[in-house]
């Protein structure tokens, strides 16, 4: 079976299962590599970390369509885990949908969410955000359903409409979307476990993603409490976003202070660890097995 | 149109001409026409994509993009340009896997040394290099339908009997078919009467004998040519239309 294929089986497998699905949100195809080997179940290629890690910008409707399908079939190629796709808005109106389904489907997403907020975007977690009338999500939710070419390729409505009309909202346009077609269900930005709770019941039979940002309007939970809260999918969205940021800020300001990484060089892998970790023995081996010596041995005799 | 193996399909039809491509309405006009194969052809796309006449100019990232634009819109089987690997084996090995995963059903790899380059006698590799590339892509692949043919571009330096020899190491070493470039009629001719190891196609531009025991044949530009030629007419009625405007 072509990678491709099997990854949107593993996700749906996983997804399905009934235990939760631990997802790093990860910058970059590095991260991800990271991830994967530290025991991340998938990966999420989302707007806020590639937005950073891109532009060194807010997640603002500034990234585009183009740098993020990049970025994520960056980290797709780099992984062997499922790699699920945030596709914003879906850049546009229903054309736009259908061009960027056929894209995240093409570089072997396991899948992608579209939400309901007017473009430009901002993060779920931040303030002053607008929603398109239920509508909109409605008719491209039906629209990403028709454009994509396999089943598995999962389609995820998500929600901004607790922070600006409340959860009752949230959740009543959310069983519109579910309507509409979306396989799993996304409520951004609930404010308490009790609200977790009460999306739960709301979508009892239906894969729900939580998403534990730092310093958010969702209380940090453990992975353990959300399963048993009943959500499908755990995310973190900012944790290694975050990280990068404080160690390479804290290198600088240790290199600025000493004239040397010295001080640092414990928080640091190594130069042979790293080689190891991104496969430099085996690229110099697979070098090698392609030399002239080796052809003509092999073939020209 | 649905190919799975575009050699056995030729088998049927050895006249058919694959058409090349470069830039967006091209490939969709000749999408629409049910072609079994377009040619996403490095030259063509350097013109296009960068204003460059040498497919050498065009760096893999930028050809594989292209590449995955047009899959989307593809109705047949996508030729992808290899070029010449796009540095040594290792080199070819992650060209070649990109290349797939960007949707290109038949990787075209040619003999030339790195950077390839448009030119009517160009500089080719060794045959140990050239072998090691092919082994490189083929290891690279994860779809076993994907094909490798080996463009052969080096008649001018290693005459026929040199072009048999390496077409009798490269069946060896796993390749799917051989296109003969830069060849005269004479030379075709001469190799369809020798019992090579495999299918032999041939490039193809207007005034070319599409003589028989040529398996198919592989567009060097034809519709950019004509393009080209329009464009020419068309810029010159505009810069005409200027003048006579200055002129009164």
């Known amino acids: 079976m072509l990678k491709n294929e099997r990854m949107r089986r593993q996700f749906k497998d996983e997804v399905m299962s009934g235990h939760i699905v631990r997802m790093m949100v990860t910058p970059d195809a590095l991260a991800a590599k990271i991830a994967a080997s530290e025991g991340a179940q998938a990966v999420f290629s989302a707007g806020y970390a590639t937005s950073a890690s891109a532009l060194a910008m807010p997640d603002r409707g500034i990234t585009d369509f183009g740098i993020s399908l990049e970025r994520c079939r960056q980290i797709i190629n780099a992984v062997d885990i499922p790699v699920f796709a945030d596709a914003d808005t879906g850049y546009g109106d229903l054309d736009n949908i259908k061009r960027t389904v056929e894209n995240y489907e093409a570089i072997g997403a ?160 190594t130069f042979p660890k790293f080689n190891e970790f991104v496969g430099l023995d085996k690229v110099n081996a697979r070098d090698a097995s392609y030399s002239p010596e080796k052809m003509r041995a092999e073939y020209m005799s | 149109m649905t190919i799975n193996n575009l050699l056995t399909y030729l088998d049927h039809r050895p006249e058919t001409i694959m058409p090349a491509s470069g ?61 010449s690997g796009f540095g040594n084996p290792l080199n070819t090995y992650y060209a070649a896997k990109e290349l797939e995963r960007s949707g290109g059903d038949i990787l075209l790899l040619n003999d030339q040394t790195y950077p ?56 060896k070493a796993g390749a799917d078919a051989i296109v003969i470039d830069h060849y005269d009629n ?27 025991g040529i398996t198919g044949w592989l567009d060097k530009g034809y519709l950019s040519t004509v393009i080209q030629r329009a464009q020419s007419q068309a810029i010159n009625f505009i810069k005409q239309g200027g003048l006579a405007y200055a002129e009164k």
């Open chain 1, 110 to 269: 396991a899948g992608m969410f579209i939400e309901d907020q007017v473009w430009p975007k901002r993060c779920g977690h931040m303030d002053g955000k607008k929603v398109e009338p239920v509508e909109v999500l409605e008719a491209k939710i039906k629209a990403a359903k028709a454009a994509r070419k396999h089943d598995n390729f999962l389609i995820m409505s998500r929600t901004d409409a607790r922070a600006v009309y409340g959860l009752d909202n949230a959740i009543a346009r959310s069983k519109r979307y579910q309507a509409a077609g979306a396989d799993l269900i996304f409520i951004e930005a609930p404010q308490s476990v009790a609200e977790l709770k009460k999306i739960h019941e709301a979508f009892p039979k239906t894969p729900l993603m939580a998403n534990m940002i730092e310093d958010g309007k969702t209380p940090l939970t453990r992975t353990e409490d959300l399963e048993r809260l009943g959500f499908n999918i755990v995310v973190h969205p900012t944790a290694m976003t975050y990280a990068q940021a404080f160690a390479e800020k804290t290198l600088i300001e240790t290199l600025r202070r000493d004239g040397t990484t010295k001080a640092y060089k414990n928080h640091m892998i």
């Open chain 2, 23 to 83: 830039d967006g309405r091209t490939f969709s006009a000749l999408s629409k026409e049910n072609f079994p194969a377009i040619l996403i052809d490095g030259t063509l796309t350097s013109q296009n994509l960068i204003a460059e006449d040498s497919q050498g100019m065009l760096t893999l990232s930028e050809y594989a993009k292209f590449l995955r634009d047009m899959r989307l819109k593809k109705t047949g089987l996508l030729i992808a340009d290899l070029q």
């Open chain 2, 116 to 171: 390839a380059h448009t030119t009517t006698e160009p500089m080719t590799t060794t045959p140990e290099e050239l072998i090691g590339k092919l082994r490189a892509a083929k290891d690279s692949l994860e779809n076993p339908a994907t094909q490798i043919w080996i463009k052969l571009e080096g008649l001018h330096s290693y005459g026929i009997e040199g072009l048999i020899k390496r077409i009798q190491y490269l069946a």
């Open chain 2, 186 to 212: 004479q030379q075709l001719l001469q190799l369809t009467q020798v019992g090579l190891p495999l299918p032999l196609l041939a490039t193809w531009e207007p005034g070319i004998d599409q003589i028989d």
